[in-house]
C-alpha cells in the first residue's frame, strides 16, 4: 500500500537549533519525494523535491533532504532554524504518471525565541 | 512560473446551498489535476482526480453527486459543493499536474457552512 509516514506530530525547537522532521514512505513504483510547508490558512508551498540523481537535495530557505531508498525515508533536515520556520511541514510521494499524491499527516514546527 | 490560482478564498454559506470554487492555471495548460480537501489540524485527502474533457475519478468515500467537478479547459476546473453542510466545512486545494511526476497547487478555498 502506499503511505507516508510522518511519526512527529509537534516538534518544538529553539531558534537557531538544527532540525530534523521525518518522513518514510511506502510506493509500488519509482517514488518522486516532495516537502512542502504551510502557514496557517495558507496554501502550500513547495520546498524541495526528489526525483532522481544525487540523494541530498537543497531546497529553498536553506532546506535540505536526503533520500535513503533502504530505509524508505527523506528526513527533512535545517542547521539553524529561524522563528519565521514555525509552521506544518507535510512530506508527500508520487509516481511517474500522473498518479496523485499521498501525504503524510504533517508536522508542526513551534520555534522557541 | 506554474502558477495556480483559486477563487474564493474564503467563502461563507447557508447551510443546503450549492457553492462552486474555480481552479486555475495561470501561465501553463495541463490536463491533469486534482482537487484535495483538508480538515482542521490534518493533512490533505485527494478528493478527485480530473483529466480535461472527462469525468472525474473520485476517490472512495467521496460523493460524486455531492462535489461535482466540471474540467472543461486546460486552465479551468471548477469543484461545486451542492447542498453543503457544516461537515463539508473543510480548505479545498487545488493542483495541476504540469509534468507527469509534479503537482502545482493553488493557495486553497476555505468554505465554512453554517
Known amino acids: 500500500a502506499q503511505s507516508v509516514t510522518q511519526p512527529d506530530i509537534h516538534i518544538t525547537v529553539s531558534e537557531g537549533a538544527s532540525l530534523e522532521l521525518r518522513c518514510n514512505y511506502s510506493?509500488?513504483?519509482?517514488?518522486?519525494l516532495f516537502w512542502y510547508v504551510q502557514s496557517p490558512g495558507q496554501g502550500l508551498q513547495l520546498l524541495l523535491k526528489y526525483f532522481s540523481g544525487d540523494t541530498l537535495v537543497q531546497g529553498i530557505k536553506g532546506f535540505e533532504a536526503e533520500f535513503k531508498r533502504s530505509q524508505s525515508s527523506f528526513n527533512l533536515r535545517k542547521p539553524s532554524v529561524h522563528w519565521s520556520d514555525a509552521a506544518e511541514y507535510f512530506c508527500?510521494?508520487?509516481?511517474?504518471?500522473?498518479?496523485?499524491?499521498?501525504f503524510g499527516s504533517g508536522t508542526k514546527l513551534n520555534v522557541k525565541p | 512560473g506554474a502558477v495556480v490560482s483559486q477563487h474564493p478564498s474564503w467563502v461563507i454559506c447557508k447551510s443546503g446551498t450549492s457553492v462552486k470554487i474555480e481552479c486555475r492555471s495561470l501561465d501553463f495548460q495541463a490536463t491533469t489535476m486534482f482537487w484535495y480537501r483538508q480538515f482542521p489540524k490534518q493533512s490533505l485527502m485527494l478528493m478527485a482526480t480530473?483529466?480535461?474533457?472527462?469525468?472525474?475519478?473520485?476517490e472512495q468515500g467521496v460523493e460524486k453527486d455531492k462535489f461535482l467537478i466540471n474540467h472543461a479547459s486546460l486552465t479551468l476546473s471548477t469543484l461545486t459543493v451542492t447542498s453543503a453542510h457544516p461537515e463539508d466545512s473543510s480548505f479545498y486545494i487545488c493542483s495541476y499536474a504540469l509534468q507527469s511526476n509534479e503537482q502545482f497547487f493553488g493557495p486553497g478555498t476555505r468554505l465554512t457552512v453554517l
Open positions: 480530473s483529466n480535461e474533457g472527462s469525468k472525474a475519478t473520485y
Open positions: 508527500a510521494v508520487g509516481g511517474n504518471n500522473f498518479n496523485k499524491f499521498y
Open positions: 510506493y509500488g513504483a519509482t517514488p518522486y
